[in-house]
């Protein structure tokens, strides 16, 4: 059965910190991964990463892949209140017909001013 | 059209009554993904098109679960016989084919009394 797993599941931290958000998976035919921002509704999409080591950045965001280690992290730099969040981490499956999305619990992210 | 939208976006109705949700994906996007969420998981994978066409449903899609998507554009999830078990968050994705990344809407939150 296809598994991710992030950890932690919960954390809080004070605004200017930089956090560091993992995810592991163990899956059969691996597409992609994907990080997603939840607040009260929809996730939002972050980044998806295919290739280990290339780095994605997106101001005070960055995500990396180890395809052999099969983890992925997410690093938040200068944390601000408006990062408080749920951050998921889903990676895509090849099925026969198409691809899906396994997601994880999600780290709940907490920034205190 | 700037994003995926369901309707309704509440909806509390009592058990054993049907319900039903509607996506409307983004208008270019030819796969359309239901999940479902419960408090504190991460959204879990119901069933997928690609097109008119329903290719993959999980195993969590039990015979009261019912989805189409008619004409390849919006689709509807059916719930018959509501049970309290149901009571979760509905979310809808949307992406192109070809590509990994799946929009999703607000989502319909249910609660079954």
């Known amino acids: 059965e296809d598994k991710v797993v992030q950890s932690p599941l919960s954390l809080v931290v004070h605004e200017g910190d930089t956090v560091t958000l993992n995810c592991s998976y163990e899956?059969?035919?691996?597409?992609?991964l994907l990080w997603y921002k939840q607040e009260k509704k929809a996730p939002t999409f972050l980044f998806m990463l295919?290739?280990?080591?290339i780095e994605k950045k997106s101001g005070r965001l960055s995500s990396i892949l180890d395809k052999k280690e099969l983890f992925s992290i997410l690093n938040i730099t200068a944390t601000q209140t408006g990062d408080s969040a749920i951050y998921l981490c889903?990676?895509?499956?090849?099925?026969?017909?198409?691809?899906?999305?396994?997601f994880g619990e999600g780290t709940q992210l907490t920034v205190n001013p | 059209d700037t994003g995926v939208s369901q309707n309704p976006r509440h909806k509390i109705t009592k058990r054993g009554q049907n319900v039903t949700f509607r996506c409307d994906p983004i208008s270019e996007h030819n796969r359309l993904y239901w999940y479902r969420q419960t408090l504190g998981q991460g959204p879990e994978f119901l069933t997928y098109?690609?097109?008119?066409?329903?290719?993959?449903k999980s195993r969590l899609l039990s015979d009261r679960f019912s989805a189409e998507r008619p004409k390849g554009s919006f689709s509807t999830l059916e719930i018959q016989r509501t049970e309290q078990g149901d009571s979760a968050m509905y979310l809808c994705?949307?992406?192109?084919?070809?590509?990994?990344?799946?929009?999703f809407g607000p989502g319909t939150r249910l609660l079954v009394l």
């Open positions: 994705a949307s992406s192109v084919q070809g590509t990994e990344t799946q929009y």
């Open positions: 098109f690609q097109n008119e066409a329903q290719l993959e």
């Open positions: 295919t290739s280990s080591g």
């Open positions: 899956v059969t035919n691996f597409r992609s």
């Open positions: 889903a990676v895509g499956v090849r099925e026969t017909s198409g691809s899906r999305l396994t």
